[in-house]
């Protein structure tokens, strides 16, 4: 399945999480077609995100990261960032979430209950 800004790079009756690329800035005015398209998905199945085309990124989306990145936990799924641009892990490290939300990172991304979530 092709989604427009995004391509689905693996498929969902894999065991591994399904891969999204994002081939968008993650700005506002972007934010809201990128949670209609992806909360749906992060609510039925875990979700890698692969930010390695986006350049750009602002609180708006930041917060749909937090806000997908929730609704995972929520749903007890797991959802991740893969591969950011350096700009993308320069915010996310500036913001404390590459910890979280980074696959990969040292420390587990589930240490913090989702009600803290300033997006929940």
């Known amino acids: 399945m092709t989604v427009t800004p ?3 790079l693996a498929s969902a009756a894999h065991p591994l999480p399904a891969l999204i690329s994002v081939n968008s800035e993650l700005v506002r ?3 809201a077609e990128i949670l209609a398209k992806l909360l ?7 979700v890698a995100l692969d930010l390695s085309g986006v350049e750009r990124i602002d609180a708006a989306g930041i ?3 937090i806000t997908l990145y929730c609704t995972a936990v929520e749903a007890g ?3 991740s960032v893969v591969s950011p ?4 892990l ?3 490290r500036l913001v404390g979430l590459e910890s979280i939300l980074v696959a990969g990172s040292s420390r ?3 240490t913090r209950p989702c009600q803290e979530c300033p997006a929940a």
């Open 29 to 31: 005015g972007t934010e």
């Open 77 to 79: 799924t797991d959802f």
């Open 85 to 88: 641009s350096h700009h993308v």
């Open 108 to 110: 587990s991304r589930r």
């Open 90 to 92: 320069e915010l996310l």
């Open 40 to 46: 749906p998905r992060v609510q039925g199945e875990s």
């Open 63 to 65: 917060a749909a990261l």
């Open 6 to 8: 995004f391509s689905n």
